[in-house]
Nanobody, 121 residues
Framework: QVQLVESGGGLVQAGGSLRLSCAAS????????MGWYRQAPGKQRELVAA???????NYADSMKGRFTISRDNAKNTVYLQMNSLKPEDTAVYYC???????????????WGQGTQVTVSS
């Protein structure tokens, strides 16, 4: 089993920045990709960004240029640096882990508990 613990959420003004962290523990040798999803009230859960163990990244189009995903394999931790935040970024952000290299909803084996990000205007 794998456990994922997120941290770093909070309240920030529009234009500000936050960095989210996700620490993985357990059978981490089986994980080949990790990433972030978010879900706002009344909206479908959507991919934010993903990264493979080797460092290949993928972003949702609306996040490119504002968000950066990175990882520290030695610490079994992934990060999401969020800059130029907008009110529409307000959502619960979930860390996810996949045994497969591709990060899509059907390949995700583990979820974190979620961390709230609120961007005020």
């Amino acid at each position: 089993q794998v456990q994922l613990v997120e941290s770093g959420g909070g309240l920030v003004q529009a234009g500000g920045s936050l960095r989210l962290s996700c620490a993985a523990s357990g059978s981490i040798f089986s994980i080949n990709a990790m990433g972030w999803y978010r879900q706002a009230p009344g909206k479908q859960r959507e991919l934010v960004a993903a990264i493979t163990r080797g460092g290949t990244t993928n972003y949702a189009d609306s996040m490119k240029g504002r968000f950066t995903i990175s990882r520290d394999n030695a610490k079994n931790t992934v990060y999401l640096q969020m800059n130029s935040l907008k009110p529409e970024d307000t959502a619960v952000y979930y860390c996810a882990a996949s045994r497969a290299l591709i990060m899509i909803i059907t390949t995700i084996g583990y979820w974190g508990q979620g961390t709230q990000v609120t961007v005020s205007s």
